[in-house]
């Protein structure tokens, strides 16, 4: 699957902070470094989807850049 994770640098949790924008506003996790967070976010997404499909709940559709 083909999904989008933002990694940004937070000031307030002194922390990578990864969000998963295709699954919604609280799809997050964060971390010490930038790999640190990108691994935890890949976990989350591996989660996400295997609880979806475990509930037969849809995928969301993954936000591919167009780029003209």
Same mark, same amino acid.
């Given at each position: 699957?083909? &999904?989008?994770?933002?990694? @940004?640098?937070?000031?307030?949790?002194?922390? &990578?902070? =990864?969000?998963?924008?295709?699954?919604?506003?609280? =799809?997050?996790?964060?971390?010490?470094?930038?790999?640190?967070?990108?691994?935890? =976010?890949?976990?989350?997404?591996?989660?996400?989807? &295997?609880? &979806?499909? @475990?509930?037969?709940?849809?995928?969301?559709?993954?936000?591919?850049? @167009?780029?003209?």
């Amino acid at each position: 699957m083909k &999904y989008s994770i933002l990694i @940004q640098w937070s000031d307030p949790d002194e922390a &990578y902070v =990864a969000s998963l924008p295709e699954w919604g506003d609280y =799809a997050r996790t964060h971390g010490e470094t930038y790999e640190e967070a990108l691994e935890n =976010a890949k976990e989350v997404l591996e989660d996400l989807i &295997y609880g &979806y499909e @475990q509930t037969g709940k849809p995928l969301p559709d993954p936000k591919i850049l @167009q780029i003209a």
